[in-house]
């Protein structure tokens, strides 16, 4: 650096540090001050003389204006004085654009008195324009004041080995906001933002390391959790296997019987091709394979294929575990796979609805899905049971051989595997087989007496009320005829609010009805909603069943007692 521009970098620290006296920067009235880890001689601010500037008087013809200016002269002159930068919320350049626009007053009225003027305000003028620099630190004291508050925060969190600051605000925030100030103190005083960007780099270089080692640490995770999902998916996982002679000859069969078929020492002899409603009937499935492993396999094979996502074809859940350092880990289990089943039904060549069957952890069924090669299931079961107070095949076969036409019916079962969550996507077959069922009509209304459809109990008898509800069924379903109304609802049943005041009251009614040739009970419900004063208004039909989604009777059991 040479002597002259020495000189010239310590006129200007004098000159910056001439006037801060102002908001936690105010010079000391010693010798020395500091500011920016500089100490500097405080200056000495020559006074600016007013003897020379007029004072008004009524003959001048700016008398106003020159009063307006000397009251402006005074608080740009008290700014110089008091080494700073305002007067009762006044800025400098704002007073001074005052005590000019005064001047410019006095100039056109008065052009004597603007000589003496106008040189005071030349002063004014001067020092303003030769201490940009200085103001522009005293406007950046306030964001300097902020950085430096944030600058404790990320020191603090440095020095604790954490990543919030007492307040508990996180390092990243204080981080963002530190580095904003730095920018508007590149605007506000550029030649002075140098030791902001040093300490900030060094704020920011402790973040990069720790988000590198965050990085390392998530993709290190990653990696370990993608080895899990493949170890999860190497399969296959011991299963039962081909558990006997008979599983062996019929694998991948469904077999039927009116005996269950042990697992252990099956006895041939029970299988049968041919057989009747009057007994219970069961089929049992031999499959080559669990159905956790045929999963496995088609995990397997797109893998392979370097198919996205190729874990989703054997269901798992994720187990959320602990964060380590900000990455949470997942622990893949076994105990929550989940198995879905379609079971097609053929009958006489035609396919009819089918149902389904899930096997999940929450049903504790994971032994089902690893390990089991065979189960059975009933059709018509041992233990006697209206096919609608069951599900699944019995509510299918159920009400099949309670209506269809008595004789001979060729039934063909299939079961299916299918995607966990889109049932839609069929895998593959596991097991398909035949049977035939023979009955006659007394079996079957033998049948029908014990497992079929029948009217419930009436659970009270009102000729009138039920007159009433026949005239409002036939308004919403004209197309059917009412064969046989049943009140089941014991009483009228009053619902409340949350307050325990009445706000209706309902009764519920089957209706025997036929349309086509065809019968089904129609369930109804009966509303009267509450008046007030312990009155309720006229009974209206509030809901009903649909014809076709009603629940089949036959025609003979619309008065058969239940």
């Not at 233990?383 to 008595?406: C, H, I, L, Q, T």
Request: charged share 30%; hydrophobic share 30%.
């Amino acid at each position: 650096m040479t002597e002259s521009t020495q000189k010239n970098y310590t006129m200007k620290i004098i000159k910056l540090l001439s006037l801060l006296t102002f908001s936690g920067f105010l010079l000391t009235t010693s010798a020395d001050a500091q500011f920016g880890g500089i100490k500097v001689k405080k200056p000495k601010v020559p006074k600016i003389t007013t003897k020379s500037t007029p004072s008004a008087s009524s003959a001048s013809p700016a008398s106003t204006a020159i009063n307006y200016f000397n009251e402006n002269a005074e608080r740009l002159q008290h700014c110089i004085d008091n080494n700073t930068w305002e007067h009762e919320g006044d800025e400098y350049d704002y007073i001074l654009k005052r005590a000019k626009s005064s001047a410019d007053k006095v100039k056109e009225k008065d052009p004597i008195s603007y000589k003496k003027i106008s040189k005071r305000y030349d002063t004014y003028q001067a020092h303003w324009d030769n201490n940009q620099d200085v103001y522009a630190v005293y406007k950046a004291q306030n964001v300097i004041k902020q950085f430096e508050g944030y600058a404790e925060n990320l020191q603090y969190c440095i020095d604790n080995k954490v990543w919030q600051d007492a307040n508990k605000n996180k390092y990243s925030s204080n981080l963002s906001s530190a580095s904003n100030r730095v920018e508007e103190l590149k605007k506000k005083i550029p030649n002075d933002v140098a030791q902001y960007e040093e300490r900030l780099a060094t704020y920011q270089k402790h973040w990069d390391t720790y988000q590198k080692e965050l990085a390392d640490a998530k993709e290190a995770a990653e990696k370990a959790e993608a080895a899990k999902v493949e170890a999860f998916l190497t399969g296959p996982v011991k299963d039962d296997g081909i558990t006997s002679d008979l599983h062996k000859k019929y694998v991948n069969k469904i077999v039927f019987s009116n005996e269950k078929i042990n697992l252990d020492n099956p006895e041939e002899s029970k299988i049968k091709t041919e057989v009747g409603i009057s007994k219970p009937i069961f089929m049992r499935m031999y499959i080559d394979k669990s159905m956790g492993n045929y999963y496995r396999q088609y995990a397997r094979e797109k893998r392979d294929g370097k198919e996205k996502d190729h874990w989703e074809y054997f269901y798992y859940s994720s187990k959320r575990g602990e964060k380590v350092d900000g990455v949470e880990t997942r622990e893949y289990t076994a105990s929550s796979q989940e198995a879905k089943l379609l079971y097609k039904v053929f009958i006489n060549g035609k396919e009819y609805d089918t149902w389904r069957k899930e096997y999940a952890s929450y049903n504790r069924n994971t032994e089902v899905v690893d390990n089991w090669t065979s189960w059975w299931t009933e059709i018509i079961p041992v233990k006697e049971e209206r096919y609608y107070d069951v599900s699944d095949p019995v509510d299918f076969f159920g009400e099949y051989f309670a209506y269809a036409n008595p004789g001979t019916h060729k039934i063909k079962v299939e079961m299916w595997l299918t995607h966990h969550d889109n049932t839609s996507e069929i895998l593959d077959k596991l097991a398909e087989g035949e049977v035939t069922v023979k009955f006659t009509e007394a079996e079957q209304k033998a049948y029908r007496k014990t497992r079929g459809r029948l009217m419930l109990k009436a659970g009270m008898t009102d000729s009138s009320l039920e007159s009433k509800m026949r005239a409002m069924l036939m308004k919403e379903h004209p197309d059917v005829k009412i064969k046989r109304t049943v009140i089941v609802s014991k009483t009228w049943k009053i619902h409340k609010n949350d307050f325990d005041l009445p706000t209706k009251k309902m009764l519920w009614t089957d209706f025997a009805v036929t349309k086509d040739g065809e019968c089904r009970i129609i369930t109804a419900g009966f509303r009267r909603d509450y008046a007030g004063g312990g009155t309720y208004e006229a009974m209206y039909m509030s809901t009903s069943t649909d014809f076709e989604e009603s629940e089949r009777i036959h025609c003979d059991d619309i008065f058969v007692k239940p």
